[in-house]
């Protein structure tokens, strides 16, 4: 590689802030790539040109294409949206569909499997052949199953470009048939346990985690976590592997302080750690929009998908003492149906202490970590985890399992609540520990303001990335 000019990375997701997102991993894909560009990583982040995101670029240019990909012809185009230089893989018989990314009608597409081991390949041709307009990548970044047969490709292709495997969510693996080794271009010779094999299937992520030159993770503690028979989802044995050799990294996500900051955010009344008064007024605020009474104990909020993950059968069983006790809870979210039911019964039975949203709404989840008291995240493993990071920002105390990344970013009785009795007892003994600090408000302050001094950027975690990247490149 020429000295003269800026390395080049090619980050590989199936989503990417600002232009789609149904989770966390949109915004590390989105946000990483700036955190990169000053510590000399030029970056592009290929991605599916879903329909959602082509009405969201104008003009664009095309850079690279193929007659044939997996049963159609596809381009790839570049966009860029709030400065996010993105490659998006505009192959319509894969991508243009109804749904969302990855499902329709509350099922997962039935050829998931074909549309992002598309993406895969493509990532790992624009590696070898390079764009149109002559950029190159020196590395590949591959995040999740959904691009987890890149650094497949590349080492059947015997290229040299050095790739890194980031696991999001190790629970979702991509698994599919070994019928469809041959439409997929993946060799039958490598169908072995030590390669593609997956208990007789096909598994996208093992490959990726077999396959690249190192593996990381979101956190520290979840990289320790993922060996384990109880984190690591049938492949804790692959990742223990990687480890034994020191190819597994936990590296902790960051936010984009950009757009979580608020003294600038503009969702909300703009407030800081030394001028709080805006903090009283979004409190008074979201009680409002949410049609609650101001409690005499401190106001929780929850955002988050609702699923047996993130815990959400716990709150229905801890709230009731919670709100019973002068608590309030405003929650935003969707997922289970059962759940939100659950939900929906509860807010019926406490009424003036207890909102519910169901959907997902950005400017209202902004305006929820400025209102909110505490942020609770239950959830019974996180990778990383975002939702703390926003607490922590915005002034509202984290109340969180012991698991993750949720251990990693918040010291209990410093800037947040911690339980490590990740049960329905262990979350309700947290809240009472929060009610009685919340009756000491010097002590509630105190950690309030430590809390909106904690470092959640993504300085420390780029700086960590650019080094592992040098490291495999060299």
């Known amino acids: 590689m020429a000295s003269s000019r800026r390395r080049r990375v090619l980050s590989v997701a199936s989503e990417c802030a600002p ?12 946000a990483l790539p700036g955190a990169l560009d000053p510590l000399g990583w030029s970056s592009r982040v290929l991605m599916p ?17 193929d007659p044939d990909l997996f049963g159609g012809p596809a381009v790839v185009r570049t966009a860029t949206i709030d400065g996010v230089s993105v490659l998006l893989l505009d192959a319509p018989h894969l991508f243009d ?5 990855y499902i329709v009608d509350g099922h997962d597409h039935a050829d998931n499997h074909v549309r992002f081991a598309a993406l895969s390949w493509a990532a790992a041709r624009i590696a070898i052949e390079g764009l149109s307009d002559r950029w190159r990548p020196d590395l ?19 290229s040299r470009v050095p790739s890194i495997m980031t696991i999001h969510n190790i629970a979702f693996q991509g698994i599919f048939a070994a019928d469809q080794l041959d439409r997929l271009r993946l060799p039958a010779w490598d169908f072995t346990p030590d390669a593609l094999e997956y208990h007789g299937h096909v598994s996208a992520l093992k490959a990726g985690l077999v396959h690249a030159s190192r593996v990381t993770t979101v956190s520290r503690t979840y990289a320790s976590e993922l060996t384990t028979p109880e984190f690591g989802f049938g492949l804790e044995g692959v990742v223990a592997s990687r480890r034994d050799r020191g190819e597994l990294h936990g590296i902790l996500n960051g936010i984009d302080t950009a757009v979580w900051n608020p003294e600038t955010d503009p969702h909300i009344h703009s407030y800081s750690a030394s001028s709080p008064a805006g903090k009283a007024a979004a409190r008074r605020a979201l009680l409002h929009e949410f049609s609650l009474a101001d409690p005499v104990g401190p106001l929780a909020v929850v955002v988050t998908r609702l699923s047996h993950q993130k815990g959400i059968d716990m709150l229905l069983a801890a709230l009731p003492r919670f709100v019973e006790s002068g608590g309030a ?30 959907g997902y709404d ?11 008291d505490l942020v609770l995240v239950p959830s019974r493993f996180e990778p990383c985890g975002l939702t703390q990071m926003y607490g ?8 969180v399992a012991s698991t993750g990344g949720l251990r990693d970013t918040v010291a209990d009785g410093e800037t947040g609540f911690v339980f490590d009795d990740i049960s329905a007892a262990g979350l309700a003994g947290a809240l009472d520990r929060a009610l009685a600090t919340w009756a000491d408000q010097p002590t509630w302050k105190r950690m309030q303001a430590a809390g909106m001094a904690s470092r959640v950027d993504w300085a420390a975690s780029a700086a960590q990335y650019a080094s592992l990247f040098s490291e495999v490149m060299a």
């Open 49 to 65: 040109a879903y329909p959602a995101v082509l009405e969201k670029v104008g003009r664009s240019r095309r850079l690279w294409r």
């Open 392 to 399: 922590l920002t915005y002034g509202a105390l984290p109340l």
């Open 362 to 372: 950005e400017p209202l989840s902004h305006r929820m970590y400025a209102g909110g």
């Open 19 to 30: 232009f789609i997102k149904t989770g966390g991993l949109a915004d590390v894909v989105g």
């Open 140 to 158: 590949v970044h591959a995040h999740d199953w959904q691009a987890g047969l890149a650094p497949s490709y590349l080492k059947y292709a015997g």
């Open 329 to 358: 809870v405003a929650v935003l979210g969707s997922g289970d149906h059962h759940d939100e039911r659950a939900l929906g019964e509860l807010a019926a039975r406490y009424p003036a202490s207890v909102g519910v949203g169901i």
């Open 97 to 101: 569909r109804p749904g969302g990314p």
